[in-house]
Structure formats: C-alpha cells, structure tokens
C-alpha cells in the first residue's frame, strides 16, 4: 500500500478527524472510503449491483416506451 502527503487546511483536518472517531475509523480509512465514492467505485461489489437490477427488473410487466417517459418527465418539469 502507498503512502501519500497531501495538504488539508487545519479547519478541514479537525472535521476529518472527528468524523472519523465518530464513524470509528481512521482518517485514512475515512479518506479512502471517500475517495472511492469521489471515483465512483463505492463499496458494492459489481454482482451485488446486478443482482439488485435483476431483481427489481423482475417486479416489471410489459415493455418500457422510454420516450414516453422522457416526454412524461419533460412535462412534468415544465409544470412546476
């Protein structure tokens, strides 16, 4: 595992510092954790996100119109 130096305004160090303690982690762990939702790698592995598509694919009946439901949204959009 690499380590890094990074700069981190004091002010913005405390708040690292007392989230962490308040989630029970370190601050690396905190600030990797954040980096992996900053990038988009989240902590839900690839399968577990295909399975909850399948799942939730399988409550639907019928074909889906995506145009239709953009033109719905768009209207929606435009009345409020």
Do not use: C, N, Y
């Amino acid at each position: 595992m690499a380590k890094v130096m990074i700069s981190i305004p004091d002010d913005l160090l405390v708040e690292l510092d007392f989230e962490a303690r308040r989630q029970g982690t370190s601050r690396s762990g905190l600030l990797q954790r954040a980096a992996r939702r900053e990038i988009g790698l989240g902590t839900t592995d690839r399968d577990a996100i295909l399975a909850r598509l399948k799942e939730i694919a399988s409550h639907w009946e019928g074909s889906v119109d995506s145009a239709e439901l953009v033109r719905r949204e768009r209207l929606r959009d435009e009345t409020k």
